[in-house]
C-alpha cells in the first residue's frame, strides 16, 4: 500500500509528550508514524470525533513542525471526516491538521 508523508504544526510540549509516549508504548523511535496511525484510527471511530477536532482549533503555540507518514487508505479516510466536520463546523481552518492534531491528543490523554 503506498505511503504518504503530511506534515502539521504542532506545540512543542505535545511532540515531546509524543515521542515519550511513543517509547513507552514499545514502538521505539521508529514508531512515531504507526503509533501516530493508530492514533487517527482509534479517533475517527469515536461518535464525537467533530467536536473534538473543534476543541484542537484552540490549541496554541503551534510552533513545531513534524512530519508522518500515513497509509493512502488513512489519507482517504481523513478526506472523508473532513467533510463531516465541516458539515458541523463550516468556518474551521486547517481542518486535516486539527483532526491529526486533535487524533494525538486524544491518545495521550486516553491512553
Known amino acids: 500500500m503506498k505511503k504518504i508523508t503530511t506534515s502539521i504544526k504542532i506545540p512543542k510540549s505535545?511532540?515531546?509528550?509524543l515521542?515519550?509516549?511513543?517509547?513507552?508504548d514499545g514502538y521505539g523511535m521508529k514508531g512515531k508514524s504507526i503509533w501516530i496511525s493508530e492514533a487517527i484510527d482509534a479517533f475517527l471511530k469515536l461518535p464525537n470525533y467533530p467536536e473534538l477536532v473543534d476543541i484542537a482549533t484552540d490549541m496554541e503555540q503551534l510552533e513545531d513542525g513534524m512530519s508522518t507518514v500515513l497509509s493512502e487508505d488513512l489519507i482517504r479516510r481523513i478526506d472523508q471526516s473532513i467533510v463531516e466536520v465541516r458539515k458541523n463546523f463550516p468556518s474551521l481552518e486547517g481542518?486535516?491538521?486539527?483532526?491529526?492534531r486533535a487524533s494525538i491528543m486524544q491518545r495521550l490523554v486516553g491512553g
Open 19 to 24: 515521542l515519550e509516549q511513543v517509547v513507552h
Open 95 to 100: 481542518v486535516k491538521s486539527n483532526i491529526i
Open 14 to 17: 505535545v511532540v515531546q509528550k
